[in-house]
């Protein structure tokens, strides 16, 4: 599979599916529906719950995704987010065809992380050849940006130069983010530094691309920070506009934290420099990477809109006050016979003088959602699908199934969360994945010796749901590929503290994991919260940001509170407890039945070698660790034969 071949041809249609809605886990009583329609992925479900008011619709609206991170297929297991991009293919495309009856511009954007979440994006070689080529089906994005997990593997980062770069020409900008090109030996950046343009009304518009100051990238490509960029000649040309060029408004996307108070985040380094020229042309931020649903209020012409991750959500973004006094804006004051944005950005303070109104909206990701704002609640199938977005459709499943990744190795007997339950709880994720590294981290040589296997939690990105482990969820659980290294008998008297020292003094290898920023990273499925860092995003005030989490009742998700308050969700959910997670865990075999063992095995995942020799002290360098099991055997492989040895009670039928 890893040397899957670029398919030629567009490939077979679904195969007949079944269909379960008894609640978000699956059928309570493992009875299967038929479906009769063609729509979503084979064994898909679609929500019980939706919107119940129309989106706000001004002179320029724009649909937002970020983080898709290979979740083209959607959640199969999940109600809330079981459309596949086939489906968004569809909504995208009504969408257009409603802002142009309208007389509006609706702008489709993306701000990266394609890769590390699901086989559809992690199977191939490289990563994303498959996944990227379903991407570029919906063709009609105005802008894109590249995202940090595009750059930590030079194979990857080439891809992104040499294939996605190129499709998307103009529309692809990085703004701060260069490659060497092997053929000149010099840097180059991997797309556009900026974008200057005019929608179909008028709207003179300068966008650039900017991905947070990164540092944990291949020695193939280079991130310059935002510091430098905004002193470049190029941005500074840009920004002075001249007679010729004038700027209505400035787009800023990025693979970056929206609101900028959040740590990380570098977009109030660009908005300074704009404004600095420009006190009051609108700035209008798209963010990304911390995997929440956020919107920031800047200054009373200037907004930021951040839309989750994993195609859970995709964002609303609408705006007015557009005339022929501050651009050069043609179309209609505002569009007649649907709800329009009424929202000041500022609106306590006497001195607001901004024309521009508001709207923000979070769009749960299933075909609900989509019918409901494409061609209205209760419509048939036949009313909504397009034959493009059911060729997309067609095309995933295939994919799917020529990739091998429904293939079913073992029924789990519960779902596992993340952060729902205490760490340590029967239910944490982190239990069963304890037992996994003991018991399927194992060294033929070395399999009688006491061990310790540490793994990062950040390396753990979604949930574990009752009924079929399949290929696929070995990825989606555990995307990375990290080579388990050990340092062989260890004094107990070192090791024996090492877990509680690592998280004492937390991840240094988790600039490669979760949030890559060390910033609060808050999350939800339909059942319970996954990946990331959870908690509150904050904007240093002590004011709560991002999603709150209470009691689980009907319709758990996100729950989000922003700078416009707690009406963004588009469909109501009720909140999902969060519990904090340790940066470290780790499984123990062969520790006798009382006390501790002399001497232990170290065994840990690569990228923490440098924390771990630290933590050691000086009698231990590089020179002691070595790969444990092979160095092809890596925090991918380990899922799959605990599961087949462990979950077989069920099979082979083993329902959603």
Known sequence: MKNLQVLSSVLAAALPVTLG?????????????????????????????????????????????????????????????GADLGDYVTFANHMKHKAGNMGVDLLIVDTGDLHDGTGLS??????GEVAIKIFEELDSYDLLTIGNHELYVSDVAYQTFSEF??????????????????????????????????????????AFGILYDFTGNSNASKAIK??????????????????????????LLGHNPARPTTGGSTFKTVYNAIRKVHPNTPIQIFGGHTHIRDFAVLDQSSTSLESGRYCETLGWFSMSGFDSLNSGHTGVENPRGVPNPTRKAITNSSST??????????????????????????????????????RVTDEIAAYRKQLNLGKVYGCVPQTYCMTCVPFGDASSIFTPL???????????????????????????????????????????????????????????????????????AGAGGKKKRS??????????????????????????????????????????????????????????HSSIPYYPIPDFFAGVANYPEAGSPQVVDVVFVDFIESDV????????????????????????????????????????????
């Open 515 to 572: 949030n890559d920023l060390g910033a609060v990273e808050t999350v939800d499925s339909c059942v319970n919260p996954i990946a990331g860092r959870g908690g509150q995003q904050g904007d240093g005030s002590g004011e709560k940001r991002g999603i709150t989490r209470r009691q689980v009742v009907q319709n758990p998700g996100y729950t989000t509170v922003d700078d416009f308050g707690s009406d963004g969700d588009d469909t109501p």
């Open 434 to 504: 304890s037992d996994a590294l003991a018991t399927a981290v194992v060294s033929p040589a070395r399999e009688a010796r006491a061990r310790m296997v540490i793994a990062n939690t950040g390396g753990v990105r979604f949930d574990m749901y009752k009924g079929p482990f399949t290929y696929d969820d070995s990825f989606i659980v555990s995307p990375f590929r990290d080579v388990f290294l050990y340092i062989p008998d260890v004094p107990y008297s070192l090791a024996g503290g090492l877990l509680q020292k690592l998280n004492n």
């Open 613 to 656: 020799l630290a933590i050691l002290g000086s009698g231990y360098s590089k020179a002691n660790v070595t790969p444990y099991v092979s160095s092809n055997f890596t925090s991918q492989d380990y899922l799959i034969p605990y599961v087949q040895a462990k979950w077989q009670a069920g099979m082979p039928n083993c329902p959603i």
């Open 353 to 390: 003088t901004s024309p521009f109104v508001y709207s923000r909206r979070y769009l749960d990701w299933n075909r609900n959602t989509f019918v409901y704002h494409a061609v209205g609640s209760g419509q048939a199938d036949a009313e909504f699908d397009y034959h493009s977005g059911l």
């Open 226 to 251: 935002a510091a430098t960029m905004v002193q470049q000649d190029w941005f500074l040309q840009a920004v002075n506009y001249d007679k010729d060029r004038p700027i209505d408004m400035f787009l």
């Open 122 to 127: 992690d199977t191939t070689a490289p990563d």
């Open 21 to 81: 809605c008894d609640s978000c886990y699956g059928p309570i009583n493992h009875i299967e529906h038929v479906r009769h329609v063609k729509r979503i992925q084979p064994g898909a479900q679609n929500a019980d719950c939706g919107p119940s008011r129309a989106l706000e619709w001004g002179q320029f609206n724009v649909l937002h995704t970020t983080d898709t991170h290979g979740w083209l297929a959607g959640h199969i297991k999940e109600k809330n987010y």
């Open 165 to 206: 770069s190129r499709f998307w020409g103009d529309r692809y900008l990085t703004s701060n983010v260069q490659i060497m090109n092997p053929a000149t030996g010099g840097y180059e950046y991997i797309g556009q530094t900026h974008r200057y343009f005019t929608t179909a009304h008028g709207l003179r518009i300068m």
